[in-house]
């Protein structure tokens, strides 16, 4: 079995959308599951020995049925299983499920992606694999186009950083699996709830973090209106980029 796996994260239940008996991830997006498009990008890889989803326990099995009446073809390679508490939790779960599989050792990697991010290309997840292997830890970034505006208070502006040093992060996110499980079990409980971003456990304690270039098409779906925008996208061919 290879040591690269996906877990494409699906535990949130997008309420942000206006929807909350309908997670963002199960929206319909071209006649398909936003979370269909998602997977089916990880599965088209061939690096990847498992596409792990984790998802609200209570959507574990209509998932798997997703699963099995869209990508059929993958039925062998996508595992869902029941999310955590929050992203980490998730992640967490997903590094346990490989453990269970027998295929947790020094050299695993994990490229853990937003299910609700279904435009993400083939050179982003490929790129990393390899950052990720040759690093430990990779974030997906661009540069940020607008002024960054720093406050304390929420009131008044404290400083505005150069942009030109500062990135708007996307994801995949990637790492040795057991050096982030490592780093998030060494974090007091009190931390683990601050520091959701994965990539920040290992900036807190350290570890060097490599920048993999993103790119403005591998937007979230957070509301409505990124639907819109997904849909023109789709329509336009944007998906297979």
């Not at 309908?22 to 890889?45: M, N, R, S, Y």
């Not at 295929?103 to 609700?116: K, Q, R, S």
Request: net charge negative; with cysteine; charged share 20%.
């Amino acid at each position: 079995m290879s040591n690269v796996f996906a877990a494409v994260l699906a535990g949130g239940m997008g309420t942000r959308m206006g929807n909350p008996d309908k997670p963002k991830q199960f929206w319909d997006l071209a006649g398909k599951p936003v979370i269909v498009h998602t997977v089916e990008k990880f599965c088209l890889v061939s690096d990847f020995a498992k596409v792990i989803v984790p998802v609200p326990e209570t959507w574990v099995n209509q998932t798997r049925d997703v699963m099995a009446r869209y990508l059929p073809a993958f039925t062998g390679k996508i595992d869902v299983i029941a999310g955590g508490e929050d992203r980490n939790g998730s992640i967490m779960n997903a590094i346990a499920h490989i453990e269970q599989l027998g295929a947790l050792d020094d050299d695993t990697l994990i490229v853990t992606h937003d299910a609700v991010r279904p435009f993400v290309s083939y050179r982003i997840i490929k790129e990393n694999i390899e950052a990720a292997r040759s690093t430990g830890a990779c974030d997906t970034v661009i540069p940020a186009t607008d002024t960054i505006v720093h406050s304390v208070d929420g009131q008044v502006i404290a400083s505005i950083p150069p942009r030109a040093e500062h990135y708007q992060g996307q994801t995949p996110q990637s790492f040795n699996a057991l050096m982030l499980r490592e780093l998030f079990e060494a974090l007091p409980e009190g931390e683990r709830a601050v520091l959701t971003d994965a990539c920040g456990i290992c900036v807190k304690a350290g570890r060097p973090v490599a920048l993999v270039t993103g790119d403005v098409a591998n937007m979230k779906l957070t509301y409505t209106a990124d639907m819109r925008i997904a849909r023109a996208m789709m329509e336009d061919g944007e998906a297979d980029a």
